[in-house]
């Protein structure tokens, strides 16, 4: 069996452009053979379309889309995921998440997805019923068993178990012939070797082949890496998809003579693809074709700026540096010496006049008062409003340029440098922003070495540094992660050898300013748990641990 696998890119609601892409998908698999096509998970409609699917038009106008697509197929079937009614005298949520089996001008069957999750990112059950049986389709002589993303992943591969069914079980005691998976998992740090590991492992307990369509591209917060898979009925993986990259390919799941495919992983490679096709598809995706951003001759910026540059290519991203009376020549130079390196523009415009402005106009209340992080803060601020005039008189999108350490712990100024439209690392601790800004560097110098090597500085009062405030980034990045993403208690975090103090200031810290975080901008997640659409705290709250 030629089998065609469409890993594309939808845009959420866009039901016009994604038929025609899987369309053209469906026609480039046909030249090469194949015999199915399989697109992702809700690849008509985009995911995740979230309350878009309550709009009263939301619906028919994706079961239109259906009937285009059903319309333009012959007699090689299309596999389309799409959000469906489920039927009014049907209890339950109103919408299924389905696919549909196209042939011959007919949808010839619809097939809702089993399991619905409702954790981390996902929310599933706020919108779809699920399926209430599994049944293979008889097609050619083979029977094969349609699966929608999580319907594959039962407890043997979840943390703990959620559900009380197992389709793939369901399927294979239905003498199944082969296993298809369309699926839209979006991406964080180690999932693609996850992915794989559990597909060889269904293939393999299963019998069967297993075919995995993924996704690739950005909606909102959310990276869809692709990594689409094919294992045979003896666990090895056979076809392995590039990662971040449109891909239509055709393969035959049948081979058992195949090698293992090998996958070899690279963090701060797949951490750097993931960026620039997130900010790629954010931007352009949201109808900007250009962006901004503060150069400080930080690292953080100059990563930043790399990954514009290389997602929109470098005529497309405009920087500032704004020294104020304490920034460095260095930081400056530094600025340009990127600047230069990437073809990006940059232009200087000090805040000095300005910060000297603002402090003789707050004089008269602020007399008798030392200068402290309000000064520190009115530097920030000054900054952000320069960069949203610039963004507004150019139509640039504003990029920020905070990590997830300082995020965290609240290392940065609300108005200030959190202004913007898209927080790019913002999921990226500060530990991986030098990992990244390494690799960047590991053929020639791109970003100044001297901006990965000086110890990194607000600069925003004289001979400042971070860590005259916050503990070495290694350190911090290591509690946070305990904390944050494991959701240890800070007893359990001390228990492992942590200093104590040092633990409960940056518990402290994040707990404090989860209301600075409901007002950042949104930031691309590449880690098991980012803050914003993967983490929901409440602002008031008296919880203490």
């Known amino acids: 069996m030629k089998l065609g696998i469409a890993q594309i890119n939808p845009v959420v609601g866009d039901f016009p452009g994604n038929a025609k892409l899987i369309l053209a998908a469906y026609r480039e698999c046909l030249d090469a053979g194949a015999e199915i096509v399989v ?69 010839k069957h619809r097939i809702w997805k089993t399991l619905l999750p409702t954790y981390d990112v996902f929310d599933e059950r706020r919108y779809f019923e699920p399926g209430e049986s599994s ?25 703990r178990p959620f559900y009380h069914r197992d389709p793939v079980q369901e399927l294979t005691s239905q003498h199944t012939d082969l296993i298809v998976n369309l699926s839209a998992s979006p991406f964080s740090l180690g999932k693609p070797a996850i992915r794989r590991a559990m597909i060889a492992g269904i293939a393999h307990k299963a019998g069967v082949p297993v075919v995995y369509c993924n996704a690739i591209g950005a909606n909102d917060q959310l990276v869809f890496d692709g990594h689409s898979l094919v294992a045979s009925a003896n666990g090895r993986i056979t076809a392995q998809f590039p990662g971040f990259s449109t891909t239509n390919m055709v393969v035959n799941p049948f081979n058992e003579w195949l090698e293992d495919v090998p996958f070899e992983e690279n963090p701060p490679e797949e951490l750097y693809q993931a960026l620039v096709l997130g ?52 930081s400056v130079d530094d600025s340009f010496a990127l600047a230069k390196a990437l073809g990006i523009r940059c232009d200087e415009l000090s805040i000095a006049s300005g910060f000297e402005a603002v402090k003789q106009t707050m004089a008269p209340v602020f007399a008798g008062r030392d200068e402290d992080v309000t000064e520190e803060n009115m530097q920030a601020r000054l900054r952000g409003l320069m960069l949203m005039a610039l963004s507004n008189k150019e139509n640039h999108l504003l990029l920020t340029t905070g990590n997830k350490s300082e995020l965290a712990v609240g290392y940065c100024t609300i108005y200030g440098d959190m202004c913007g439209g898209l927080a790019v690392i913002s999921d990226l601790p500060k530990s991986r922003v030098y990992e990244v800004a390494r690799w960047i560097n590991r053929n020639e110098e791109i970003i100044p070495w001297n901006t990965i090597e000086k110890p990194p500085s607000a600069e925003l009062r004289p001979d400042q540094k ?45 707990d404090l300013n989860e209301w600075k975080r409901h007002q950042a901008a949104p930031g691309l997640r590449v880690t098991s748990k980012a803050f914003g659409i993967g983490r929901r705290m409440p602002i008031v709250q008296r919880f203490i641990e």
């Open 39 to 107: 697109t992702p998970e809700l690849s008509l409609a985009g995911y995740p379309p979230r309350d878009l699917v309550f709009k009263s038009q939301f619906v028919p106008k994706c079961l239109q889309a259906l009937d285009y697509l059903a319309d333009e197929t012959k007699e090689v079937p299309l596999l389309v995921g799409y959000v469906d009614h489920n039927h009014p005298t049907h209890p339950g949520k109103p919408f299924r998440n389905a696919a549909a089996w196209l042939e011959n001008g007919e949808i």
């Open 135 to 159: 049944k293979p389709i008889e097609w050619k002589g083979k029977r094969i068993g349609v699966t929608i993303c999580e319907d594959i992943w039962t407890e043997d591969h979840l943390q």
């Open 279 to 330: 900010v790629r598809d954010y931007v352009r995706k949201c109808g900007f074709s250009s962006v901004c951003l503060g150069l400080s001759g930080g690292i953080d910026s100059a990563l930043t700026a790399a990954i514009a540059a290389a997602a929109l290519g470098p005529e497309n991203v405009r920087g500032l540096t704004m020294p104020s009376p304490y920034s460095s020549r260095g």
């Open 466 to 510: 971070d860590q005259d405030t916050l503990p070495e980034y290694d350190l911090l990045d290591a509690i946070l992660e305990l904390y944050v993403e494991h959701h240890l208690s800070p007893d359990e975090i001390i228990s492992r050898g942590y200093d104590e103090a040092v633990v409960r200031w940056i518990q402290r810290r994040v």
